[in-house]
């Protein structure tokens, strides 16, 4: 079992840029594939990027390409996901997921850890 919790949220201008950070608790946290997810008001959580267990391999919604990078530390039990050039529709809670399985991109169902979310908000 593993336990999540992010942190990095805040109130940045259109353009602008934040990392969200993750830490995981427990010895096992390189056998697990990391995902960051998203929520806004009134809509269903959203897939945003994966990691691979060895972080050699990353999965990314078209919406964040080339904007988003997420990256990982097997060492320090962390994930992170640089976001820049924020657009108001990034406005959202940022989730931190965990699973075992193997593959990257996957719905909220089949991610199993969690962690307490993050508001990040973008206003233009």
């Known amino acids: 079992q593993v336990q999540l919790v992010e942190s990095g949220g805040g109130l940045v201008q259109a353009g602008g840029s934040l990392r969200l950070s993750c830490a995981a608790s427990g010895r096992t946290f390189s056998s697990y594939t990391m995902g960051w997810f998203r929520q806004a008001p009134g809509k269903e959580r959203e897939f945003v990027a994966a990691?691979?267990?060895?972080?050699?391999?990353?999965y990314y919604i078209d919406s964040v390409k080339g904007r988003f990078t997420i990256s990982r530390d097997n060492a320090r039990n962390t994930v992170h996901l640089q976001m820049n050039s924020l657009k108001p529709e990034d406005t959202a809670v940022y989730y931190c997921?965990?699973?075992?399985?193997?593959?990257?991109?996957?719905?909220?169902?089949?991610?199993?850890?969690w962690g307490q979310g993050t508001q990040v908000t973008v206003s233009s």
């Open positions: 997921a965990a699973r075992r399985d193997l593959r990257l991109l996957g719905t909220a169902n089949e991610f199993d850890y």
């Open positions: 990691i691979s267990r060895s972080g050699a391999s990353t």
